[in-house]
């Protein structure tokens, strides 16, 4: 049989980003072709996010579309992976009998074998034990092989990162599962219990990728920052782990998500202060102000307590940019309960925050014990309002930085420029007669916020010094220096 060739669409977090790299080197060692257009695979992979109801949705309806398709082309393999894989099961094929494999996320190194198998007629699954930490051991081996061997994201042809052109990002895994067991949330159930990596496996798949070209790091886990492991006869925590990474020549900028409030330490707040690479930003999940209702999400915390970790971290490095994530009509949350969540976002002036509605997940607590009482139009208005809240904020937060020059990692051609703001001074001196205008360039901030500017291609991957000239919500507008 000819090698498959394999397109992979990827929709959720960043650690599905990751998996999908993980898919794309299992398949690479195994003489798969990845190809970027799907027209031209005949295995389509599709790495996939239950957390919202929402989420699925697309999925379902994006693998529906694929139905004539499968008709005319009966030998089309269609393969379902990662979350929604581990919380459907065989039983997916109901909903959407195109599917012919599903792979939960710790089993994507089997893959080769799964896609072999289909091709040959036969449907098959490879799906998480229920749980324990001895379950996972083999296929954590596995997933650790592939993540030291991956080339850095986008580097080839076909790659998931390809598309997305983050030039010079890397994430790695430092912790795999979750065991916060938040009522609201399906991740403990599809991601299995919390697994921290060792430290050497960390750092030496850190020197790998910044030997490649990588200059930013993101360590990930869903709870980073309870990482502990042992290790040479000494105990690590996430603030050793990341001292040790900043060591490494080549590395820019060091970034960790996600943070869970009750466990962020002073010792994790004063490496904002010590370690220069580390950046100025912190993506602490609040999902709540009101007691009631975090306590209702079983989140470990008051929001009084939520505020002094935050301003515990400031206290020690008063730039920190704070994002979080917030449900609205979680089951019995009130006005009151909501006014709350927005006095707390008044408080904290958020660098940036997601903001969901509440979805009801299959066999989480809070689906199973309380009721779905918030009508979805009240979650749309308090989605809404919340939202609005919010970008009034960063709109505010934003314009302090208008004047200022900020150090920005280019991480690629804006997609989706947007409306140039404001004169371009060093474009006029520099190109005086030319009538082609650079590309607008985006990137980031050492505190994450988004800046666009124009400037050449080249500049993807590096880091440059622009002068901020106007700011919105979500995004601030700068112009090059001229280089002296
Ligand atoms: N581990 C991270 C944390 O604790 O913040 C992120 C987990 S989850 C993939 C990302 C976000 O999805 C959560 O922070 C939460 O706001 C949201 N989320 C999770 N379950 C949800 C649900 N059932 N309905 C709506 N939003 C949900
Ligand atoms: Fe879900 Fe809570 Fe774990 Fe985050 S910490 S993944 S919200 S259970």
């Known amino acids: 049989m000819t090698p498959p060739r394999v397109h992979i669409t990827t929709y959720g977090c960043q650690m599905n980003q990751l ?12 003489s798969a072709q990845l190809v970027a257009d799907p027209k031209a695979a005949d295995v389509l992979l599709f790495v996939t996010c239950s957390v919202r109801e929402h989420a699925e949705n697309r999925v379902f309806s994006n693998i529906g579309k694929l139905a004539p398709r499968k008709r005319r082309e009966p030998h089309l393999v269609v393969g379902l992976l990662g979350c929604m894989a581990q919380e459907h099961g065989p039983a997916v094929r109901r909903r959407a009998p195109v ?10 190194a089997e893959l080769p074998a799964l896609i072999a198998e289909a091709r040959a007629g036969r449907k098959r699954e490879a799906l998480d034990p229920p749980r324990g930490h001895a379950d996972f051991a ?3 081996a596995a997933l650790d092989d592939a993540e030291v061997r991956r080339p850095l994201c986008g580097s080839s042809p076909g790659s998931p990162g390809r598309g997305r052109g983050k030039t010079g990002q890397a994430y790695v895994v430092a912790m795999r599962g979750c065991d916060n067991f938040c009522s609201y949330c399906v991740v403990p159930l599809v991601r299995g219990p919390e697994r921290c990596r060792p430290p050497s496996l960390i750092l030496e798949e850190v020197r790998r990728l910044l030997g490649q070209g990588a200059r930013r790091i993101t360590l990930l886990g869903q709870a980073v920052n309870k990482y502990a492991a042992e290790e040479g006869g000494r105990r690590w925590d996430l603030a050793d782990l990341l001292e040790k990474v900043a060591e490494m020549p080549g590395l820019a900028r060091l970034s960790f998500i996600t943070s869970h409030p009750k466990a962020m330490t002073e010792r994790l707040a004063q490496v904002f202060r010590d370690v220069p690479a580390v950046t100025p930003y912190l993506h602490l999940p609040a999902q709540s102000g009101s007691e009631a209702v975090l306590e209702r999400m079983n989140r470990g915390y008051t929001a009084e307590e939520y505020m002094d970790r935050v301003a515990m971290v400031r206290a020690l490095r008063p730039d920190v940019a704070v994002a979080s994530d917030f449900i609205v009509g979680f089951p019995g949350e009130s006005e009151t309960d909501f006014e709350a969540t927005c006095r707390l976002v008044r408080r904290a002036r958020f660098s940036g925050a997601f903001v969901f509605k509440y979805s009801p997940r299959p066999g989480t607590a809070a689906a199973e014990r309380l009721a779905d009482d918030v009508p979805d139009a009240e979650k749309r208005r308090r989605n809404n309002r919340l939202l609005a809240l919010v970008e009034e904020i960063t709109g505010e ?8 020059t900020v150090r920005v990692f280019v991480e690629e051609i804006s997609p989706r420029p947007h409306a140039r703001k404001g004169s371009d001074p060093f474009f006029a001196a520099a190109n005086p007669q030319s009538a082609i205008r650079d590309p607008q360039l985006r990137g980031r901030t050492p505190c994450n916020r988004i800046v666009v500017f124009d400037g050449p291609p080249q500049l993807v991957g590096t880091e440059v010094d622009v002068a901020v000239i106007d700011s919105g919500p979500l995004t601030l507008f700068a112009t090059r220096i001229a280089p002296t």
């Open 138 to 140: 083999a296929s954590d």
């Open 19 to 30: 998996d999908a790299e993980l898919v794309a080197e299992v398949l690479r060692a195994s």
């Open 99 to 108: 599917i012919d494999l599903v792979c939960a996320p710790g089993r994507l």
């Open 397 to 404: 937060e934003n314009r302090k930085f208008v004047g200022r």
